[in-house]
């Protein structure tokens, strides 16, 4: 069964560092873009990051531009989202998600993602 699981949430303090990773199993996406989106409760789920397949190019939110790193090891078919300077609105459930065409420049855009993890709580308090 191909699947996503995102790890590493928990509960942080403000001003604080977490890193998530999403391990793939099933198969291999070493040749797919992949992404990081978020959803806070009550609100629309937004894009956080995305990676490019061979992780040379990456794109961020500007709300979270110069604290968090997107990353991927491909030899561990695993991707990363270090998270540092946190605020209490990046308060929400992280998701990751495979773009839907291999070694294309990824979108913002959820509805290009075909596969997605089932989401790591991050929580940071004031």
């Known amino acids: 069964q191909v699947q996503l699981v995102e790890s590493g949430g928990g509960l942080v303090q403000t001003g604080g560092s977490l890193r998530l990773s999403c391990a793939a199993s099933?198969?291999?996406?070493?040749?797919?873009?992949m992404g990081w989106f978020r959803q806070a409760p009550e609100k629309e789920r937004e894009f956080v990051a995305s990676?490019?397949?061979?992780?040379?190019?990456?794109a961020y939110a500007d709300t979270v531009k110069d604290r968090f790193t997107i990353s991927r090891d491909n030899a561990k078919n695993t991707v990363y989202l270090q998270m540092n300077s946190l605020k209490p609105e990046d308060t929400a459930t992280y998701y990751c998600?495979?773009?839907?065409?291999?070694?294309?420049?990824?979108?913002?855009?959820?509805?290009?993602?075909?596969?997605w993890g089932q989401g790591t709580q991050v929580t940071v308090s004031s």
């Open positions: 990676i490019s397949w061979d992780g040379r190019r990456t």
């Open positions: 998600a495979k773009y839907k065409r291999n070694f294309a420049r990824p979108s913002t855009s959820m509805s290009d993602y075909d596969l």
């Open positions: 099933g198969r291999t996406f070493t040749s797919y873009p």
